[in-house]
């Protein structure tokens, strides 16, 4: 019995450890970059961590991903053990700004130069550099479109992201920047969905009950954007317009087959190809040559130029407009 | 000495009496042998008795009966022929069926779910209720019961649950019916009344294997005897030619009949407890206990003669503070004392031992030491317990109470039902209690340990302790007590001197009880 | 239940047999430690920083959080119990003392009056000790299962460790000098002897439970309790308070490990916690104590949580994807629990019982 026990053990272990052992072969004297994000269960951060590591072994460093599931003292975890390694930089997109502080400070003291992108911390000179999408920017540019589509006028209903992130706050304010400038257009519900995709759906469901007379929605992400086109569908008044933020593979095929009108895409694989060469940079030279803080330009998809967009990056180059 | 080379030449007569014959069964377990070879016979239409003591092997064997284990060798003759059982429902398929000693019953289903449960009469996936109440009423009526098939198995006393599991049996055609310990938890009511229903299953032509510990209830409805000693057969014989003093023999190994000479009185000090009045409300309304006043003296034993129902454990576990009464007085030495926990009590010096000891006295996975010390471990230290004086203590505790452990420190679920019952009372010991109370001191304990409890506690009398006990067995008042009260619906009705404790004195006391159940049917 | 009555013979064993068979019982035993060093021997053959002195005291300082929950646990576990509202305890009073830290406490009217770091401290761990006397309460008083009881206590928790800040992070909890309150980052952060204070918590809070259960008189109540309450109430045991303490315990522990993480982070995040309860359980669970209550150590409670902590951080040094370190977790949990019911089988066996 205690034998076939063994045996069931090692059965179930081994092939659980194999695929992955064979990642990372014994002793190696390349340097380590690690990248730790929010989940890598979510395609935006998936694609930052894989762009971060592709780059990063085409420039010959070792290489590994976590995820702290927007848990501080995860990442806190995670940071202590990238030091153990000997890591000589870290790319994090971290788990809340001032919650961060204290582990980037701590890697920083450990020789790990740090580059931070996505999301900033409330504090400047501690890492290398902080790398961000310009969401205001983008948010304004989604504002004009959303105005343009609804030709100045009508009603529309807004979906807006978790009240606590930052994130929510700066692109809220982008998009009101230029609504508020149209008297005719008309905000007639704002409710929260948290991000999410359910949520929205649900929410949406609630709002076009109450307001048979809807003519768009605008959403502070893609998610709930996605989420909110389904139950336009489900309630058959296909001619509410919607539109989202973040520009993920979901919404740009929806954008593809009409159901979803604009995104904004957030250039999440530029990001990280940036923080990995200018961490290779200061790695060689000690210096990054560019300032910390740097914001990087959001762009705006719809139907015309869907095609020149891949999974959070730009894969053509832009066309002349018409 | 073994009689089974006799009966292997028996005559084609008997061969047709037998319906169900085991036949050289050898049961081995990892360490240890439980069955070394053992012959047993059931009689067609008789009630078959199998006894012995605790680790004698009858569970085993009944486990091979019915199929709930395979035997390391031997065979298994059903009607003559061979037969082997994959599993119990292999076993009812061919008309054996269990009723085990731990009811089986499921509160929360009717009776006819409970007869039914695990081989529900269905119909293109439906149970079909009609028909399951319809066989579950004739099979309770072929008991004699006017339990209604439809109320939840829960809401029935005891007694009826015995007979539902019985209905399940017989619901299942069963041929052949093995009790194991049926009557531990019935009152004397109810066991009168499964007796005779057991008596009328053996004229409807079923064979019954019935294991019990308590002598006179063999010896009223045996037929045949089977007596297992250390895993082999230590006697065989018809109810004609078996008496108790056969029994007891065979089971102990013993030629001594267990003293069963009524002690004699000791000298009486002056009251130690005195209870005046006591009186209690059960949760229906009803009265538990109906102004009860007693006295216990220094170097007595009290025997309270109390069936099921009787207000026994509730007084007791008010006289030692885990239940508290809604009027009436306790005047423990003299001075007018409530006890509102049980640590009060014990404080004081008074100490109980519950009766039933595996759900409300042992703690099974902690070690025999532990289990002694519980109530007193304080006394060992009250930041840190010294291992050393409580293992002391233990040790002296385990020698003076002849507890048969070769390891103290084992858990104490591993030692037969009389060894733990001695823990139970080593650890009121422990709290050198001066007034010791017993809630039935001997259940579940096989003879010979019965024997030594009861020669422990007539020698903690002669030592000055005051003792209560409370028993539904007319014998054991009869031996230990040198005074008796019965207590009948929460009430005293009578109180004597053991010289005057007739069998005959007992049974009138306690019938104010008989009629009131018949009423209450 | 009544099969445990069943007798066992007593006969002596031989003493070749006897020594053989406690060899065997002494592995099956020993199997949480020899899983633990057996994971260390596999880390250290994978990755060279695995078993360096820098690593070891991070790790050890990771184990110290998991430790300190289950050990606080493993009481309630062994009454009989369980904790699910640890997480939310540990969240909520590092809340509360980062609360302290940045508003002080605001009396009636007036400006806000600012607590020295130390009963900041306290009154955090008093937060602590006062959810889980709630979660006693409810149990006890109030009879509510204990697995319902504390996943209420669980929301309410983290609903109050929101509230306090509105869903926002207190950041910045060094104080400030001039309200005379600096310090708490040291609290998690400095180095006693060269090892990290979250290990000296969980050397002394282990310390101590470890003669709680084992040593005193109040370890023989809560195995009782845990084993056996009827039994527990009627040798004297005041069974309401053994539990209440148990829970009181936990929740102590549980504030303790919300401040440690509050002051390692410099900052007290209200979502700080989530799903410890559950590191905490699988960690008594690893230790072999049964969650029927009244069985396992203390020990094996710590032995538990290193193991977890060894996975996890060993499985991120060898860059296993955290889907996979989820897997792995989730069969290291059954495998323990599966030898444990194979180490119970064993013992019965050898022991001549059926």
């Known amino acids: 019995m205690a034998r076939r026990m063994l045996a069931l053990a090692v059965v179930l272990f081994l092939p659980a450890l194999l695929p992955m052992g064979c990642k990372r072969t014994g002793v190696s004297h390349r340097k380590l970059i690690a990248i730790i994000v929010p989940s890598q269960d979510n395609p935006f951060f998936q694609a930052e961590a894989v762009a971060a590591a592709e780059r990063a072994k085409a420039l010959g460093y070792d290489v590994r991903i976590d995820s702290h599931n927007d848990d501080p003292y995860s990442q806190d975890n995670l940071i202590d053990v990238a030091i153990a390694s000997n890591a000589s930089a870290l790319i994090l997109d971290n788990a809340g700004a001032e919650a961060s502080i204290s582990a980037v400070r701590r890697a920083t003291k450990a020789g790990i130069a740090c580059f931070l992108i996505d999301r900033e911390i409330g504090a400047s000179n501690i890492a290398k550099a902080q790398i961000i999408a310009d969401n205001a920017g983008g948010a304004v540019l989604l504002g004009k479109r959303f105005a343009e589509i609804m030709g100045g006028k009508g009603k529309y209903a807004e979906l807006l992201g978790r009240e606590s992130d930052t994130n929510a706050q700066i692109r809220t304010t982008g998009f009101h920047a230029v609504l508020d400038k149209f008297p005719a257009l008309v905000r007639v519900s704002a409710q929260s969905a948290n991000w999410s995709q359910s949520e929205a759906f649900q929410r949406t469901e609630t709002i076009l009950q109450a307001h048979g007379d809807l003519n768009g929605i605008i959403a502070g992400n893609d998610t709930m954007a996605v989420g909110a086109v389904a139950a336009v569908r489900n309630a058959r008044m296909d001619t509410i317009k919607v539109v989202g933020f973040d520009g993920s593979p979901d919404a740009l095929s929806a954008i593809r087959a009409g159901a979803l009108d604009a995104t904004i895409l957030q250039p999440a694989v530029k990001i990280a190809g940036m923080a990995v060469e200018e961490a290779d940079q200061f790695l060689k030279t000690g210096s990054t040559g560019v300032p910390e803080r740097q914001l990087v330009p959001c762009e705006l998809v719809t139907r015309q130029n869907v095609d020149e967009f891949g999974t959070f990056q730009r894969i053509k180059p832009e066309k002349a407009r018409e | ?521 | 239940m009544n099969k445990v009555a069943a007798g066992v013979p007593l006969t002596p064993h031989s003493s070749t047999a006897s020594a053989g068979k406690s060899i065997a019982t002494l592995l099956l035993k020993l199997r949480s430690v020899l899983a633990l060093a057996l994971l260390v021997v596999f880390f250290s053959s994978m990755t060279s920083s695995f078993l360096t002195a820098n690593n070891l005291s991070i790790l050890t300082k990771h184990v110290a959080i998991t430790a300190l929950l289950a050990v606080g646990t493993s009481f309630v576990i062994l009454a009989g119990g369980i904790d699910l509202s640890v997480g939310s305890v540990a969240g909520l009073s590092g809340m509360t003392a980062g609360y302290l830290i940045v508003h002080g406490i605001v009396f009636a009217s007036g400006d806000p009056h600012f607590l020295p770091i130390w009963l900041v401290i306290l009154l955090s761990l008093l937060v602590g000790g006062a959810v889980g006397c709630l979660n006693g309460l409810l149990v006890t008083r109030l009879s509510i299962a204990p697995f319902i009881a504390t996943l209420g206590t669980l929301y309410v928790g983290r609903g109050v460790a929101l509230l306090i800040s509105n869903g926002r992070t207190f950041p910045g909890l060094a104080g400030d000098a001039a309200r005379h309150n600096t310090g708490f980052p040291a609290f998690g952060q400095a180095y006693l002897l060269g090892v990290p204070s979250p290990v000296w918590f969980m050397a002394i809070i282990t310390l101590i439970a470890w003669v709680l259960a084992a040593k005193s008189p109040f370890g023989r109540h809560v195995y009782a309790v845990g084993g056996n309450e009827r039994a527990a109430q009627l040798c004297g045991i005041n069974v309401c308070r053994v539990k209440i303490s148990t829970y009181a315990f936990s929740g102590a522990c549980a504030a303790l490990v919300g401040l440690v993480i509050a002051s390692q982070l410099e900052a007290a995040h209200p979502a700080t916690g989530q799903s410890f309860e559950l590191n905490a359980i699988a960690a008594v669970v690893l230790g072999g104590t049964s969650l029927m209550g009244g069985r396992g150590s203390i020990g094996g409670s710590l032995v538990g949580a290193f193991v977890i902590g060894v996975l996890a951080d060993g499985l991120v040094m060898l860059g296993v994807s955290e889907f996979w370190q989820m897997v792995i977790k989730g069969i290291v949990i059954i495998l323990a629990v599966a030898v444990d019911q194979l180490q119970n089988r064993v013992q019965l066996r050898l022991a001549g019982g059926r």
Not at chain 2, 151 to 170: H, K, N, S, Y
Not at chain 2, 299 to 326: H, K, V
């Open chain 2, 1 to 521: 000495m073994l009689p089974t080379k006799l009966q292997t030449s028996a005559t084609s007569k008997t061969r047709r009496e037998i319906i169900l014959e085991a036949r050289n069964v050898v049961r081995k377990y990892p360490g240890t042998t439980a069955l070394k070879g053992v012959d047993f016979r059931v009689y067609r239409n008789k009630v078959n008795v199998l006894i012995g003591e605790n680790g004698a092997g009858k569970s085993t064997l009944m486990r091979i009966l019915a199929g709930a284990e395979s035997a390391t060798s031997g065979e298994l003759l059903l009607e003559g022929e061979p037969v082997a059982f994959a599993d119990t429902r292999d076993a009812v398929k061919h008309g054996l069926a269990m009723v085990h000693q731990e009811l089986s019953v499921l509160p929360n289903l009717s009776v006819s779910d409970n007869i039914f449960a695990g081989q529900e009469l269905s119909r293109f996936g439906v149970v079909s209720e009609g028909e399951q109440s319809a066989r579950s009423a004739e099979a309770l009526g072929k008991l004699g019961s006017e339990t209604s098939a439809c109320v939840l198995a829960g809401a029935l006393p005891l007694g009826q649950r015995q007979i539902v599991e019985i209905a399940r049996c017989l619901a299942h055609r069963s041929s052949i019916l093995i009790l194991d310990e049926p009557t531990s938890a019935l009152s004397s009511a109810e066991c009168d009344r499964l007796f005779t229903v057991l008596r009328e299953l053996k004229q409807q032509g079923v064979s019954i294997v019935y294991i019990s510990h308590r002598l006179q209830e063999l010896l009223d409805l045996g037929d045949h005897f089977t007596v297992l000693r250390d895993g082999l057969v230590a006697g065989e014989g018809r109810r004609s030619d078996v008496d108790r003093r056969w029994i007891v023999e065979r089971m102990t190994g013993r030629n001594t009949q267990p003293d069963l000479s009524p002690p004699t009185p000791a000298d009486a000090g002056g009251d130690l407890l005195r209870i005046d009045s006591l009186t209690a409300m059960g949760q229906n309304g009803r009265l538990v206990l109906d102004r009860v006043s007693l006295s216990a003296r220094p170097g007595q034993i009290l025997g309270i003669y109390g069936l099921l129902g009787s207000g026994r454990t509730e007084l007791l576990e008010m006289l030692a503070g885990a239940r508290t009464a809604d009027s009436g007085e306790i005047f423990f030495r003299g001075q007018r004392c409530s006890f509102a926990t049980v640590s009060d009590a014990i404080r004081c010096g008074i100490a109980l031992v519950p009766e039933d000891r595996i759900r409300d006295a042992l703690v099974p996975d902690r070690s025999i030491r532990e289990n002694i010390s519980l109530a007193g471990v304080r006394s060992f230290g009250r930041c840190f317990v010294s291992r050393r004086k409580e293992a002391e203590r233990v040790r002296e505790l385990a020698a003076e109470l002849k507890i048969k452990a070769n390891d103290l420190e084992r858990p104490v679920s591993s030692l037969s039902g009389g060894n733990q019952q001695k823990v139970v009372l080593a650890r009121c010991l422990l709290t050198a209690p001066s007034l010791l109370l017993l809630d039935e001191p001997t259940r579940g304990v096989d003879v010979g340990a019965k024997a030594e409890i009861y020669q422990i506690l007539r020698g903690l009398a002669s030592r000055g302790l005051s003792i209560v006990f409370a028993s539904s067995e007319m014998e054991e008042i009869q031996q230990l007590a040198h005074r008796v009260a019965v207590l009948s619906l929460g009430a005293i009705v009578d109180e004597f001197d053991a010289s005057a404790a007739s069998e005959d004195r007992l049974f009138s006391a306690a019938s104010g009880l008989r009629t009131h159940e018949r009423e209450n049917g």
